[in-house]
Every structure is written in C-alpha cells, then in structure tokens.
C-alpha cells in the first residue's frame, strides 16, 4: 500500500477516492505540502508552475520518488520534463531502445534512461 492519494479544493485536503475530507483551513499550497509531508498522504503531481499533471482526465500521483501512478493505482511510465516540470510520455513513433520521453506541455524530448544516471 502506497501513501493516500489526495486532492486539494479551496485551501482544503481531501480524500482523492473518497472525497472525505482530511483537513480544511490551510493558507496556501505550501501548507498544505508541509502538512503531507508530515503524514502518509500523495498530492497530485504540479508542474513548475503549479499546473496540476492530468492523464486519462484524472490526477497523477508520484510514489517512491519515481513511480507513477493513476487515481485507480494503475502504474505509468511518465518522466518529469527538465525544462518545464511538465508530463512527459513515451514517445511511440521512436524505437524502444532509444526509450524517448516527450513533455506533453512545451513538446522537449528527452532520455529518460540519462535522467536517471543523473539522480
Ligand atoms: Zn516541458
């Protein structure tokens, strides 16, 4: 079992599967990050300018540093643009061997195996 997946609507903390409220009253976004890191809670994955990340019209949750997940904990091969913070996605027309990453929002191709080597 991975961390609970969990949504943030109008300063408050919810239950991504439930909708059950865990806490309400936050400032701002930051206090509600330092409050999940604190307990076993996931948020949606932000890109660098806080846009949340969206696949299949649902969130995206990041575990273990580098795996990703769906709502449903249905695991996806997504990397982290280094450009923008963006959703990058396998890009299909390239052989697998060359196991090419595009970012969805500002289109930068990378190496997602040369990602990993740096982290
Ligand atoms: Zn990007």
Redesign the pocket.
């Known amino acids: 079992m991975g961390p609970m997946k969990t949504v943030v609507r109008d300063q408050a903390l919810y239950e991504a599967k439930s909708g059950k409220l865990i806490k309400d009253g936050f400032a701002d976004y930051r206090e509600v990050e330092a409050y999940v890191k604190h307990h076993y809670l996931a948020l949606p994955v932000v890109d660098n300018a806080g846009k949340a990340w969206v696949l299949d019209d649902g969130p995206i949750y990041c575990l273990h540093g580098s795996q990703y997940e769906l709502l449903n904990d249905q695991r996806v091969h997504l990397s982290r ?1 280094p ?2 913070g ?1 959703m990058g996605i396998r890009a299909d027309e390239f052989v697998v061997e060359s196991d090419c990453i595009r ?1 969805t ?2 289109g ?1 191709e990378f190496d997602a195996r040369l990602e990993m080597m740096e982290t």
Do not use: E
């Open positions: 643009c450009d923008c963006g970012c929002q500002c930068h």
